[in-house]
């Protein structure tokens, strides 16, 4: 049986249809959730509904049983991560789950980005447990940018603090139909895969994107640290929110989501959805 956690968010949900359009039968797929209504249609085709929360050691004991493969999808709790993760793979390991999936982030072991620390710490437990383990460093969504150009599209600007720093982003579909690919092969060739998009992108074309796309020009602001922080304090949003968005684009600054890996497409067998294509999605064009 195959396992997948947070398989109502948008990633799980994604890889659990993703498994059963590959052909795996409903009955072999686990979707572990916090609150089983959520995923009534998921039950209703077949899968297994499994109620456990990543803080609940007996439950997540429960939900695992009979388990071979465990998509373990990142907690959403920052903070909160490295015990929560420690939680499923103890539940895991008692479970004799042969094979670990983990969705950690981009260069984990060596990146300015912010959230990089919980999830080199979840990739350490991993090996600490000594359950066989791919671990997928997956890149930027695309959809992280989703409301940013729907704005520049609106008011002709796009404004960050990320200069010249290349971002290899794809979108959730792709990540799901990658881990889907791992969770189904054969034999699963334990290690770590630097997951991204074919072709890496600035902010700056970005922009040019959504120009081409709303047909309208598109200016990029390249700001400062310190004129982003205010501008995001100016917008409203908590001091700790602003520097956290801050954080990420001076680690994209640096290169950390300029990957330069192939292995997303390689594993899907197909190019990874292009900016202009996931633009022209998000504008309805």
């Known amino acids: 049986m195959i396992a997948v956690t947070g398989a109502t968010g948008h990633l ?15 009955a072999e797929v686990v979707a572990v959730v916090r609150t089983p209504e959520r995923a009534a249609d998921l039950a209703e085709r ?13 439950a997540l004991g429960t939900a695992l049983q009979g388990v071979d493969r465990l998509l373990l999808v990142s907690g959403s709790e920052v903070g909160q991560r490295v ?17 670990v ?7 984990a072991d060596d990146t300015p980005l912010p959230l990089a620390p919980e999830h080199i710490a979840t990739e350490r437990l991993i090996a600490d447990f000594g359950i066989p383990a791919v671990v997928l460093r997956n890149n930027w969504y695309l959809e992280n940018y989703d409301q940013q150009i729907r704005q520049a599209a609106e008011t002709g600007e796009l404004a960050a603090s990320s200069g010249g720093g290349r971002i290899a982003a794809a979108t959730r579909a792709d990540f799901a139909a990658a881990t889907v690919a791992v969770l189904t092969a054969e034999q699963p060739t334990p ?25 309208r020009e598109v200016t ?15 917008a409203g949003l908590p001091q700790g929110t602003a520097e956290f968005v801050v954080g990420l684009d001076q680690a994209i600054a640096q290169g ?8 997303l497409s390689e594993l899907t067998g197909r190019p990874t959805t292009t900016l202009a294509e996931h633009v022209r999605a998000v504008l309805g064009r």
């Open 12 to 26: 799980g949900r994604l890889v659990v249809t993703g498994l059963l359009d590959a052909g795996v039968p409903a």
């Open 46 to 58: 077949g899968v297994q509904v499994r109620a456990a929360d990543y803080a609940d050691a007996a």
């Open 83 to 99: 015990p929560q993760h420690s939680n499923v793979l103890q539940a895991a390991k008692a479970a004799g789950v042969a094979l």
């Open 101 to 107: 999936v983990y969705t950690s982030a981009s260069k």
């Open 191 to 215: 290690g770590v895969l630097e997951l991204g998009g074919d072709e890496a992108f600035t902010i700056a074309e970005l922009a040019e994107a959504v120009a081409a796309e709303s047909g």
């Open 220 to 234: 990029y602001r390249d700001l400062s640290a310190a004129e982003h922080l205010q501008t995001l304090l100016d």
């Open 256 to 263: 950390a989501l300029d990957t330069g890996s192939r292995a």
